[in-house]
């Protein structure tokens, strides 16, 4: 019932910033949070932000805390991650989700909704 499709992935060197979108359409009404995840091979999906759509609250993986941030555009539909400093380490593909939560960061079986992903190469 919603449909994410996420953009703006792409190389960029170590200390370099990307901004990724992820728009939304269907019944967003049957979420309650948005969130970003990424996924390197050999490794499990992890969550990396999420914001609840309905106060705003936001949370974040240690890792990422003071160099991501993500943020919501309600009239378009789109949620964004931007990325500061970037790192090697954060080459990943990175996905859109969708669902119910209550509070933090939501595992990868809380969302119910996923986008297909965008890869984002960092070079050092």
């Known amino acids: 019932q919603v449909q994410l499709v996420e953009s703006g992935g792409g190389s960029v060197q170590a200390g370099g910033s990307l901004r990724l979108s992820c728009a939304a359409s269907?019944?967003?009404?049957?979420?309650?949070?948005m969130a970003w995840f990424r996924q390197t091979p050999g490794k499990e999906r992890e969550g990396v932000a999420v914001i609840y759509t309905g106060g705003g609250a936001t949370y974040y993986a240690s890792a990422v805390k003071g160099r991501f941030t993500i943020s919501e555009d309600n009239a378009k539909n789109t949620v964004y991650l931007q990325m500061n400093s970037l790192k090697p380490e954060n080459t990943a593909m990175y996905y859109c989700?969708?669902?119910?939560?209550?509070?933090?960061?939501?595992?990868?079986?809380?969302?119910?909704?996923w986008g297909t992903g965008t890869l984002v190469p960092i070079s050092s």
């Open positions: 989700a969708g669902g119910l939560y209550d509070s933090g960061l939501p595992p990868e079986h809380g969302m119910d909704y």
């Open positions: 269907g019944d967003t009404d049957s979420t309650n949070c």
